[in-house]
T-cell receptor, first 112, second 112 residues
Framework: GENVEQHPSTLSVQEGDSAVIKCTYS??????FPWYKQELGKGPQLIID?????GEKKDQRIAVTLNKTAKHFSLHITETQPEDSAVYFC???????????FGAGTTVTVRA | DAGVTQSPTHLIKTRGQQVTLRCSPK?????VSWYQQALGQGPQFIFQ???????QRGNFPDRFSGHQFPNYSSELNVNALLLGDSALYLC???????????FGPGTRLLVL
């Protein structure tokens, strides 16, 4: 099955700086890559997703890039704010396969 | 527009007991997936229901079973509870044919 690895496990940044989280996947058939933000005591919230026919997608301060050849994708958060502090998860799935395979998560702390 | 709702929010059971968790999907969604999230880990896929049938299952024993009702809501049942079943149980809903899954707040289960 699909195996998703996520790095780093923890990330501390100064407010206003950028944060980058990287994920790799094992199954070349994977073609959908969502990112979720999970705050303490809450369920994961979808923040952005990308499909394999697109190399990059941006939504305000958040961007995701995908390298299909290398089988890795990354989340970029610019101009970080204290409310960006949370656990971020990457995931992958294959068309026609209904499950999401998640990474282990990255705890992001934005220092004021 | 109501999002995914789950009940109860918290639950305490003892080993050997049985538990039922409930989920109502986001308005307009017809597919429900269940995930188990152990502390400090990413969610793990349990199974997915569509048209009242289980159509895919992750690596979970038969003690885990589910049901989907005609109104698309769903239940997750776990029999013969083990200490290792203590986790956050997440429900996610989606629309058939679309990969995007939206998560509920989860049910925190503690098995003593």
């Amino acid at each position: 099955g699909e195996n998703v690895e996520q790095h780093p496990s923890t990330l501390s940044v100064q407010e206003g700086d950028s944060a980058v989280i990287k994920c790799t996947y094992s199954d070349s058939a994977s073609n959908y890559f969502p990112w979720y933000k999970q705050e303490l005591g809450k369920g994961p919230q979808l923040i952005i997703d990308i499909r394999s026919n697109v190399g990059e997608k941006k939504d305000q301060r958040i961007a995701v890039t995908l390298n299909k050849t290398a089988k890795h994708f990354s989340l970029h958060i610019t101009e970080t704010q204290p409310e960006d502090s949370a656990v971020y998860f990457c995931a992958a799935s294959i068309v026609g396969d209904y499950k999401l395979s998640f990474g282990a998560g990255t705890t992001v702390t934005v220092r004021a | 527009d109501a999002g995914v709702t789950q009940s109860p929010t918290h639950l305490i059971k003892t080993r050997g007991q049985q538990v039922t968790l409930r989920c109502s999907p986001k308005s307009g969604h017809d597919t429900v997936s269940w995930y188990q999230q152990a502390l400090g880990q990413g969610p793990q896929f349990i199974f997915q229901y569509y048209e009242e049938e289980e159509r895919q299952r992750g690596n979970f024993p038969d003690r885990f079973s589910g049901h989907q009702f005609p109104n698309y809501s769903s239940e997750l049942n776990v029999n013969a509870l083990l200490l290792g079943d203590s986790a956050l149980y997440l429900c996610a809903s989606s629309f058939e044919g679309q990969e995007t899954q939206y998560f509920g707040p989860g049910t925190r289960l503690l098995v003593l």
